[in-house]
């Protein structure tokens, strides 16, 4: 099953490079981006913790993501010391987008599986956001050990 399931990724994301007319950005990034996007203001602390990397590697994703004009970095007001991350506008464009055409390009292929297929994709759905999280769950047990 995990096989299929990063070969289904894979596919997707090579699908949705092909036509980019800007650079593409690597899945680390991608994923600092859409925790961003998902909890605007995240400290890199907690994006770390939450990414299960080291804070000088999501410092060192921040940089590059400020500098490619994806992330803004401001001042925490209430510790002068910390920052908040925030997206910027062409990150939600490009965020936006990709989403949206990931669901036309799934969208489009299940659309020709047959009805049963279908049904089973469907029926499988619970128990694979169930995986996730036990998966998740798993993880920030091992993060906080």
């Known amino acids: ?15 949705l490079r092909d036509g980019l007319s800007v650079p593409r950005l690597r899945g680390a990034e991608v994923e600092l981006l859409r925790l961003v ?47 908040r991350l925030r997206l910027t506008a062409s990150a939600e464009k490009r965020l936006g987008d990709w989403q949206r055409r990931r669901a036309e390009l799934v969208g489009r292929h299940v659309s020709r599986l047959t009805e049963a297929d279908r049904e089973a994709l469907h029926a499988a759905l619970p128990a694979l956001h169930r995986l996730a999280a036990a998966l998740r769950e798993e993880a920030g047990e091992a993060g906080s050990a």
């Open 1 to 15: 099953m995990a096989d299929a399931l990063v070969r289904i990724q894979r596919l997707i994301r090579r699908r």
């Open 37 to 83: 996007e998902s909890r605007p203001g995240i400290g890199i602390s907690d994006a770390a913790r939450e990414l299960h990397l080291a804070s000088n590697s999501v410092s060192t994703l921040v940089n590059q993501l400020v500098r490619g004009g994806h992330l803004l970095r401001e001042t925490d007001p209430a510790d002068r010391r910390a920052a």
